[in-house]
């Protein structure tokens, strides 16, 4: 297996979409997506368990959709209606260390993760959202 690599960030206007991909996905326990802006913390976005229940952080839910293509070992994020405030360095990441249990995944969303909090991670993909 190679690394985890993102795709399908790019700029786009408020109110349209994209779907990032998360290729090579390893480790089905915990899978999830964060951002980051420059100069503030890694932001948990919406993670999934290896049994498909899914959580997001408030300000996503509603608009954005995790999901794992089990045959290809893809994550996915469609993100529908972004804001400007949605615009980040988003990154995909698998394997929750230290407590692998349906509480620990839901736990990481909408609040600021630690790179330690997952074994791999992609190298990030931009999203920019102008008004």
């Known amino acids: 297996q190679g690394q985890m690599m993102e795709s399908g960030g790019g700029s786009v206007q408020a109110g349209g979409s994209l779907r990032l991909s998360c290729r090579n996905r390893?480790?089905?326990?915990?899978m999830g997506w964060f951002r980051q802006v420059p100069g503030q913390g890694r932001e948990g976005v919406a993670t999934i368990d290896p049994d498909g229940r899914s959580n997001y952080a408030d300000s996503v839910k509603g608009r954005f959709t995790i999901s794992d293509d089990t045959a290809d070992n893809i994550l996915y994020l469609q993100m529908y209606d972004l804001k400007p405030e949605d615009t980040a360095i988003y990154y995909c990441a698998s394997g929750r260390v230290h407590e692998q249990t349906r509480a620990a995944c839901a736990a990481v969303v909408g609040g600021d993760v630690s790179v330690t909090d997952f074994t791999f991670w992609g190298q990030g993909t931009q999203v920019t959202v102008s008004a």
């Open positions: 390893r480790d089905r326990n915990c």
